[in-house]
């Protein structure tokens, strides 16, 4: 899908693509790798609102402790109002877990309970 002229996510053509896939996976890594680009708090706030039905959010924040817009801000307030979003952090490599990478992944019960289902 295109990025808008300032590489951010067009929330309003993903929304369109999944109303007429009748649903899916939107993916955002908020702020981007390796633009840099964000997808502002009122797009991601617009996108939730009007997300298809059927169709999960995801959103990757593994760098969003490196962004410094007030217009980005973390998703996790969607999950905790039980929206169909998913907020995944992927932090660096932690030398106390023997370098290996850890991640956390956030989403409504109903989200991990339908994830359980699926084979990795």
């Keep these: 899908m295109p990025l808008l002229p300032d590489y951010s996510a067009d929330v309003r053509k993903l929304a369109e693509a999944a109303d007429r896939a009748h649903g899916g996976l939107i993916h955002i890594c908020n702020p981007n790798n390796p633009t840099s680009s964000i997808?502002?708090?009122?797009?991601i706030s617009w996108l939730v609102q009007n997300l298809p039905s059927h169709t999960v959010l995801l959103i990757d924040e593994a760098y969003i402790h490196f962004g410094e817009s007030e217009d980005l801000e973390t998703a996790l307030?969607?999950?905790r109002q039980g929206k169909n979003v998913v907020v995944a952090r992927t932090p660096v490599e932690d030398l106390r877990n023997g370098g290996r990478p850890?991640?956390?992944?956030?989403?409504?019960?109903?989200?991990?309970?339908?994830d359980a289902?699926?084979?990795?």
């Excluded at 997808?39 to 797009?43: D, H, L, P, Y």
């Excluded at 289902?117 to 990795?120: E, G, Q, S, V």
């Design 117 to 120: 289902a699926i084979p990795t």
């Design 102 to 114: 850890r991640g956390i992944r956030v989403c409504p019960a109903r989200t991990h309970r339908a």
């Design 77 to 79: 307030p969607y999950v």
């Design 39 to 43: 997808t502002k708090k009122a797009g």
